[in-house]
């Protein structure tokens, strides 16, 4: 256990200095989330649900697994096949937790379980507690065994590890597997490919850490391999697993969901490290389609329970509508590579739209409850007939677990996602109360945002260069000033100077409510109107609405929405009124109790 020296903490996703793209990330010590809306989850994230993610863990013996792999106890593996993987990410988890508040217990936690991890691990590198004990070998079933998907989030949390404390414990397991896998796997080896994406990623990342090539070349090859006919001849379909078309010839996203957005963001990784511009421009046109006609309004990816799968274009059913959480995070994932990539405020307003909607639903105010789906809409006297479903309300963990510890992740490296810079300037991408370290300065974030548009850029400390400071202007927020002048919405305003400590920014947000329309090819939606709130979907709760049958409720064309500060609700909110109706925000909904609930109400 030992840390390596004068390291600074990166970002979970850290390109190299030669990678194709336009924006930089910080480390992760360079921006902290100081309060507010997200303050609050962080909090709640390290206090209750990252300790309550490890006690799960071992109720439902994933680790106790590691523990029969490695020789310290008997017995048959339990839980899915892929179980492995949810110890991974929780060990991301704590890794970048510990970077954004150092705490020895945690570290000892992380530590402790990277030792079992290790000892777990086969003399050749290859590591996995649960399919040689149920199928008798390796890779014999690798669309569905999961086997470089559980590699992909191991290494991934051995990454996270070393750049949040130092320590290459599980850096070490991971570069024996991936030699494993180079070893085992590509052009004139076994020419396979796993049935559920991420080891890409992962691979990329690993390279960006060690410098070693070899693990590009793989992660490049496993993204062209897909789509040529391979895990069609194990005898599955293969529009499930995006393996009906090569990733370089795809014009949009299909099959599973997580699947699809997963191999999407190792593919925008290897396309910026290999400079690939014709491959990166494919993946741009495929995440135009998935926003333009796969993409609910909350940002929920996935309208098919069937597969758990994006459907046809403008299928997105309400009350049947998956939006898995894990799909909302993968499309976070891709959303920021690309905005490194390009620069594009769009992702940047995707990312946000994301966040604050199809990704927080998924998690209860108390932090320890949790969306497996985030339907649009829950019938009156809904039946609860599987434990994903939204008519039981949030719950404590599932059968199927891979949503919980990936919340914990993201929460955990969320200040990583606040700003980037580039060449003598800084970008804002995210407003909440922070601090940001970049560009030569130190800025404070002030804001009570997303409640009030007002956000106060205050330079602490100025470099002795003159700095641009581009603030990202939302594609709603038409009428939006930074110190009073109009500004476009839709793209960065820049405000570039020789700043000095105390100089101040004001960006001014219009956050007015606002009905929108679907697209009119949207059958479930179509007539109906949702309530939006600068970058807030808004949700009628049968909670608030006791006297109306939601199924039933409709609204006027020319109704007027009112909005009501609430201190007091869910934490402090600004509610809506239209029609006689109230409106929380859609995150939120489901912290009361299970209930009926809708999105779309039609126009009477």
Same mark, same amino acid.
């Given at each position: ?149 559980? +590699?992909?989030? $191991?290494?991934?949390? /051995? #990454?996270?590890?070393?750049?949040? %404390? @130092?320590? *290459?414990? =599980? !850096? ?87 699947? +699809?957005?997963? $191999?999407?963001?190792? /593919? #925008?990784?290897?396309?910026?490290? %290999? @400079?690939? *511009?014709? =491959? !990166? ?104 007939? *599987? ?218």
């Amino acid at each position: 256990m030992t840390p390596t020296s004068l390291r600074s903490p990166a970002a979970p996703a850290a390109p190299t200095a030669s990678a194709r793209g336009t924006l930089r990330p910080i480390p992760i010590d360079a921006a902290a989330v100081t309060g507010g809306l997200w303050r609050d989850r962080i909090e709640r994230n390290t206090a209750a649900g990252i300790p309550s993610g490890r006690a799960q863990l071992v109720t439902a013996q994933n680790i106790r697994n590691f523990e029969i792999a490695a020789g310290d106890a008997e017995g048959e593996p339990a839980g899915p096949v892929f179980a492995d993987s949810d110890v991974y990410k929780w060990l991301e988890a704590a890794a970048w937790e510990y970077a954004r508040r150092p705490d020895e217990q945690l570290l000892r936690d992380q530590l402790d379980l990277t030792a079992l991890v290790a000892r777990a691990q086969a003399d050749d590198g290859y590591l996995n507690t649960v399919v040689p004990a149920r199928q008798g070998g390796r890779y014999g079933e690798l669309p569905w065994s999961h086997e470089h998907y559980c +590699a992909g989030h $191991l290494i991934q949390a /051995a #990454v996270a590890q070393v750049r949040a %404390t @130092g320590h *290459d414990d =599980l !850096l070490q397991v991971a570069i024996r597997l991936a030699d494993h896998l180079v070893a085992t796997f590509g052009p004139g080896k076994t020419e396979d490919v796993d049935g559920h994406p991420v080891i890409e990623t992962a691979l990329v990342e690993l390279f960006r850490e060690t410098g070693t090539r070899a693990y590009l070349d793989l992660a490049r090859w496993f993204v062209d391999a897909r789509g040529h006919g391979i895990l069609e001849a194990h005898g599955h379909q293969p529009t499930y697993f995006s393996d009906r078309v090569p990733v370089r010839e795809a014009t949009t996203v299909e099959g599973h969901a997580v699947r +699809a957005v997963y $191999l999407a963001a190792g /593919a #925008v990784d290897v396309a910026v490290e %290999t @400079g690939d *511009d014709a =491959l !990166l421009a494919q993946l741009e046109r495929q995440y135009d389609a998935m926003q333009r006609e796969k993409q609910y309004v909350t940002g929920g990816l996935g309208s098919r329970w069937e597969g758990e799968a994006f459907g046809d274009p403008y299928e997105l059913p309400n009350d049947r509508a998956y939006a898995e959480t894990c799909a909302a995070i993968g499309g976070i994932q891709w959303a920021w590579r690309l905005l490194l990539a390009t620069g594009k405020a769009r992702y940047a307003d995707q990312i946000e739209l994301m966040l604050l909607n199809g990704f927080l639903a998924g998690l209860s105010l108390a932090g320890t409850e949790y969306f497996y789906v985030n339907a649009l809409q829950v019938r009156h006297d809904a039946h609860a007939d *599987d434990e994903r479903t939204p008519a039981n309300g949030r719950l404590g963990w599932f059968d199927c677990a891979c949503c919980p510890p990936n919340i914990m992740r993201l929460l955990a490296s969320l200040q990583g996602y606040v700003a980037t810079e580039a060449d003598g300037s800084v970008q804002i991408h995210q407003y909440a109360p922070s601090r940001i370290s970049a560009g030569g300065a130190r800025l404070k974030i002030e804001t009570d945002y997303p409640w009030d548009g007002a956000v106060r850029i205050v330079v602490e400390e100025a470099p002795g260069a003159p700095l641009a400071i581009d603030l990202r202007i939302p594609e709603w927020a038409e009428g939006a000033a930074v110190d009073g002048a109009p500004v476009a919405a839709g793209s960065y305003a820049r405000v570039e100077r020789a700043f000095a400590a105390g100089d101040e920014i004001l960006l001014t947000l219009p956050l007015s409510p606002r009905l929108v329309e679907a697209h009119p090819r949207v059958d479930a939606s179509r007539g109906c109107r949702a309530l939006v709130r600068g970058p807030l979907v808004y949700a009628f709760e049968g909670v608030d609405n006791p006297d109306v049958v939601l199924d039933d409720a409709s609204i006027g064309a020319a109704s007027e929405v009112a909005e009501h500060r609430e201190p007091g609700l869910l934490g402090g909110i600004t509610a809506l009124e239209v029609g006689g109706l109230r409106a929380i925000p859609y995150h939120l909904w489901a912290n009361r109790g299970p209930s009926d609930m809708r999105v779309w109400l039609p126009v009477a």
